[in-house]
């Protein structure tokens, strides 16, 4: 399985953005997906996930502003990044786990399972290579 991020790039503060996450290599149409960030000098945090059943989470920090969605064939999953801040300035990449990984354990299949309040970054098989987003005031 492959995940290619794109959508980053420069935007002034109070703006917004949408960031994609397209996977590839016959995923399994059940996963758990997240959205990461990591600025400079700092530790790698967790800023959304959707479960494939549609449950969603968000770390207080984006919550109100960002929204994460999956398409109709659950291939491709979305950051929509509305009234952005200079702190939101960051690589963002997004990670997932199928089934066929072996760190998906029966959890993952209920959706409630799939939050930030249960799972970090070791949490997740597979990562894309990151898109950049900065933001200026």
């Known amino acids: 399985v492959q995940l290619v991020e794109s959508g980053g790039g420069s935007v002034q503060s109070g703006g917004s953005l949408r960031l994609s996450c397209a996977a590839s290599?016959?995923?399994?149409?059940?996963?758990?997906m997240g959205w990461f960030r990591q600025a400079p000098g700092k530790e790698r945090e967790g800023v959304a996930t959707?479960?494939?059943?549609?449950?969603?989470s968000y770390a207080d920090s984006v919550k109100g502003r960002f929204t994460i969605s999956q398409d109709n064939a659950k291939t491709t999953q979305y950051l929509q990044m509305n009234s952005v801040k200079a702190e939101d300035t960051a690589m963002y990449y997004c990670?997932?786990?199928?089934?066929?990984?072996?760190?998906?354990?029966?959890?993952?299949?209920?959706?409630?399972?799939?939050?930030?309040?249960?799972?970090?970054?070791?949490?997740?098989?597979?990562w894309g290579q990151g898109t950049q987003v900065t933001v200026s005031s």
């Open positions: 959707i479960h494939s059943d549609g449950s969603t």
């Open positions: 990670a997932a786990v199928y089934p066929a990984h072996i760190k998906w354990t029966r959890a993952y299949y209920d959706e409630n399972y799939c939050t930030l309040f249960r799972l970090g970054t070791t949490d997740f098989g597979y």
């Open positions: 290599g016959y995923p399994d149409s059940r996963y758990c």
